[in-house]
């Protein structure tokens, strides 16, 4: 894989220009695009700077946000061609940091369920999860240091799981979604993937433009961290499980205590809700395209909408209110613990490409706007990662974490 | 004006028929706009249905909300001739009912503080307010029952009682904002106008699918009103004042128990936050028109942009701290309230257009994301109108206690 730190280190000591760090992205697409699938389409003639810390870093955009150079087809045929007027929020930031727009990737349509036509770079039979599949699957093949994508129930987590990439989704709204198309307003969020944890949380915090993100400043000393088996989902898989005995035992080298840590039922009752918030504002957000182009939906996005009829503004309203008593107690959760560790996914990437998986491990956390880290857990076989979860705000926290049990299991 | 109910009785009445309804709209237009230059564009063959509980209903739709059918153009050259691929969720939802989107209404520049072309229906040399400009004099102009418009600051309750309308800012996020521009993500919230505050608790019941909004289900009782001087802004004019003497000794002969409410120091800190909130999240969302078109953008909205620059994110983070704090306070204060009265603005409609007005008498009410009500207040001379506030999510309660001092006003 491609490491932002490691290409901006070389940048930094002149053994790589920014360029030579661009072309080696293009390079890596042009070997590696062909079976992984991962972009939609780059720009042929992306336009470098020297300036910036984040110049010379190929970063891939999920096709849901809007490019002014480069189409924007939300992965569906209702858009094909689709051209937006001005780029997204999140790529004016990361222009303004020297970084480059390469290429979109590829996306579930309008980031729902229903599969792309990428492939695991793992393994081309299987998933490479999804809704941000492309971003997810360029990372892990080593095409791109950087991509973006979102999450809305476990649309980054999961696919960097899938794909054995770091990935961070920060606290809700820490990252603007001005520009992004929307399918729940009260969930998306964007994330970030890359190679590593440092890779990750350095990016975040240079686009958050709060440094207190970045590792060097948030040593985790010896942080107290509960074990979470989220029960009220079905059990995840033995190699999950295995996984994440394996973070467990890293953490607790590392110096972490470790408890095992009951969720209370607010919790399970706030998971239960998720897709009640979701396809009740996915059904507004995506109403046009339902009423004008119904038969160009996805085969699972269409029956999901026709579904979502069925919410009440009442059950919504009671979906909220659940979702707010149980980000209380989270809260409270985490003046026990400085961070919760879980399964990423219910276990390595299906042998499938006619499903991006189960976010069945992911859906809670979305919903209670706290930030997660996906940590590549190195083993035989597919990839396999583990869930560092810290409370709201606590971004720095959860990436400091997460960076201390990557380290331990690497070693 | 054209009452939005009144329209309905008469076409459930069988004595107006849904197009006769759109007609007289349309001749409104073509009688008063010349002046009041309140639309950007109308639908020139509008599809007028039979069907629905706001059938014969034309809607003005603020020019930053997209519409499929007619441009979008933010009151920016930036953006002139811009069509939008799709309908914004709150024009679908309006169609779903049986309304016609008949026209696009003037807007400030991406809903700043810019003045429009637009001028005030009861006396063209002096301002409608903004940035709903055109929403607000459409409606008071007699030429719409009902239009859309925006507030991140004042840019809803302002102008409606500039134009002598009623208008309902509902809690924060009870109408989906997606397809809406962004300005400021935490603050812009979709608001409606209306002749009556019958007409706009009748809109807003329907088109947020909660009956339970509308008045015949929420009376008021004899409601415990907190009267607020919003001492942390300056004075009001001695119109404001008398406006909101005449609101109190109504509401009192109505049946409601008055006192003098003097908010906590907590919500002046508030106050004081909200352009930080406002002007660091309008220069990510607005970051592409600044980078590759600052010279187009108008005179107030570019030093505006410029200044926020120096806005760093422990600023915001901070300004959000207070926010969050102040909701608590307030949440408490409405335990012992049913409603807060205070003005809707600083006077009546300043004689000149070249300014919008001032938002002094809003900003904290947006930023607490509860639901307000401008009642216009019967007298001589120029529009007046008061405020009435409720706790988040009792929009059916301001709009029931906002209806009663309506009724007491006019007796």
Redesign the interface.
């Known amino acids: 894989m491609l490491s932002l730190v490691d290409l901006r280190r070389r940048i930094e000591a002149g053994s790589l220009t920014p360029d030579g760090a661009i072309r080696l992205s293009q390079e890596a697409i042009l070997a590696r695009d062909p079976v992984v699938r991962a972009t939609i389409c780059t720009d042929p003639a992306p336009a470098v700077t020297d300036h910036g810390p984040l110049a010379g870093i190929a970063v891939g955009v999920k096709d849901i946000i809007d490019t ?1 150079a480069m189409p924007t087809q939300m992965g569906s045929a209702i ?1 094909a061609g ?1 051209q937006p ?3 997204a ?1 999140i790529v ?2 990361l222009k ?1 940091l020297g970084a480059v727009a390469l290429a979109k990737t590829s996306t579930s349509p309008f980031a729902s369920i229903d599969p792309t036509g990428t492939t695991n770079p793992f393994d081309p039979g299987h998933t490479p999860g999804g809704s941000s599949a492309g971003s997810a699957a360029a990372v892990g093949a080593g095409m791109l240091p950087l991509a973006l994508g979102t999450q809305t129930g476990g649309s980054v987590i999961r696919p960097a799981s899938f794909c054995g990439c770091a990935a961070v989704k920060p606290s809700f ?1 820490l990252l ?4 992004v198309k ?1 399918f729940s ?2 969930l998306d969020t964007l994330g970030l993937f890359g190679a590593g944890v440092c890779d990750v949380a350095h990016a975040l915090a240079l686009i ?3 440094p207190a993100i970045d590792l060097g400043s948030t040593a985790p000393g010896a942080p107290r961290i509960g074990l979470v088996i989220q029960d009220f989902a079905a059990a995840p898989e033995p190699e999950a499980l295995a996984a994440l005995d394996r973070a467990r035992r890293a953490a607790e080298r590392a110096g972490a205590s470790l408890a095992d840590l009951d969720l209370p039922p607010e919790l399970g009752a706030a998971w239960r809700c998720h897709a009640t918030i979701q396809d009740f ?1 996915a059904r ?2 995506l ?3 339902y ?2 182009h119904r038969d160009a939906l996805s085969a699972l996005l269409g029956p999901q909408l026709d579904d979502a009829r069925s919410i ?3 059950d919504y309203d009671e979906a909220r209110r659940h979702a707010h008593r149980a980000r209380r107690v989270l809260k409270d959760l985490f003046s026990d613990f400085d961070a919760i560790l879980t399964v990423s996914a219910p276990g390595p990437a299906p042998k499938t490409l006619a499903s991006t998986g189960d976010a069945r491990f992911n859906r809670l956390w979305t919903l209670m706007g706290v930030p997660c880290v996906n940590v590549p857990v190195p083993g035989d076989g597919l990839p396999m990662g583990i869930q560092v979860i810290a409370r709201f705000g606590g971004d720095g926290r959860a990436l400091a974490v997460a960076a201390m049990i990557e380290a331990a299991l690497r070693a």
Do not use: C, I, L
Request: charged share 20%; proline share 6%.
């Open positions: 002014a858009y689709w007027k001005a780029d929020a004016m930031r303004s709204r603007p979604t001005v520009g929307t307003w009260a958050a433009g709060r504002e507004q957000a109403a046009w395209e009423a004008n009440t503004p009442a």
